[in-house]
């Protein structure tokens, strides 16, 4: 059965949000910290502070590891990082893939005047770019999120070559991926996994809402995009999903909360463990995606608070899921 989003769902997901007023401005500190010098160091650097407060701090202190933000020596810090041969490289890569982001501002604006619309009572975060020197691709606090742009410099990107990244990650280290990541990033620290002591259906129905989240912020962006899968990867997912749910039912796992064996199904890699080396990782996830649009294909609203805040046994009773 293959499961793409459907005409319906994506009609159902179609919204007017021209009248959601979302003010973003992204922060270029990837542009900014290159051409400083002590003069406009001591200008720039403490309207950063005065405007990304928390944010930007964590990236001084906890991204880069440079000192403390008021430091009096930081300019020096900030230098050696800027000028550093390898890191100049990326800096010009960033640039050169990033120039001009206004493209990437409409994206996210739109993105984020669909997740107020879906999420009234929630605050748009502070934003800004950087280079983080492949800390990770994001780092969150409550009010913010900082992008690390060298995460998304494209698959064949060379720096990706150097630190022998695998091609299951580079895959999805694009930038069309930036956005629908992003979100999905801020999505989970609202509603963070469940505990340890989660069962597999638990975990699996966590990410499902996520990524039909991701599917009503991003009703026109690819499913293959919103989970990270090639195409070759997403036609496999979606051939297979009867035999990979059959397999969880036939060996009882739905209920299982070994940790080993979630892991199994939710952990990324160049494939799900305990399936053919063809399939894609996840594979847990993208059964829970498929289980949460049959509920909610089957709801009167779409409601994405309601949905997160609606227990994985419910969604499994009530979707009546049978791919």
């Not at 069309?176 to 975990?203: A, C, F, I, R, V």
């Not at 059959?246 to 060996?251: K, L, M, Q």
């Amino acid at each position: 059965m293959l499961t793409t989003q459907t005409a319906c769902e994506e009609d159902r997901l179609s919204i007017d949000v021209s009248d959601i007023n979302v003010e973003l401005e992204i922060e270029r500190v990837d542009q900014i910290w290159p051409k400083w010098t002590p003069v406009s160091f001591r200008n720039e650097h403490p309207q950063l502070i005065a405007e990304h407060g928390v944010l930007y701090k964590n990236y001084v202190e906890d991204v880069l590891n440079l000192g403390k933000v008021n430091d009096t020596n930081l300019f020096d810090s900030i230098r050696r990082f800027t000028i550093h041969q390898d890191i100049q490289q990326v800096f010009a890569e960033v640039n050169r893939v990033f120039s001009d982001l206004s493209a990437k501002d409409d994206e996210l604006t739109d993105a984020w005047k669909h997740y107020k619309f879906y999420f009234p009572d929630r605050n748009i975060p502070d934003h800004l770019t950087c280079v983080g020197g492949f800390y990770a691709p994001f780092f969150v606090n409550e009010n913010g999120v900082g992008i690390c742009l060298e995460f998304f410099l494209g698959s064949n990107c060379k720096f990706y070559d150097y630190l022998q990244w695998p091609m299951y990650q580079r895959n999805r280290m694009t930038p069309s991926h930036l956005s629908p990541w992003l979100m999905k990033g801020w999505l989970e620290t609202d509603y963070p996994q469940p505990s340890l002591e989660s069962n597999l259906l638990q975990e699996i129905v966590h990410q499902g809402k996520i990524y039909y989240c991701l599917d009503a912020i991003f009703p026109q962006v690819a499913d293959s995009i919103k989970i990270g899968y090639t195409a070759g990867e997403m036609q496999w997912a979606q051939e297979h999903e009867t035999m990979v749910w059959t397999h969880f039912i036939d060996n009882e796992l739905l209920f299982n909360s070994e940790p080993s064996l979630k892991g199994k199904f939710v952990h990324d890699g160049p494939f799900t463990v305990d399936l053919v080396k063809e399939s894609p990782s996840r594979m847990g996830h993208f059964i829970g995606w498929q289980m949460v649009r049959q509920y909610m294909d089957k709801q009167d609203v779409v409601s994405l608070v309601g949905l997160m805040n609606t227990p994985a046994e419910n969604i499994l009773k009530e979707s009546n899921y049978k791919p």
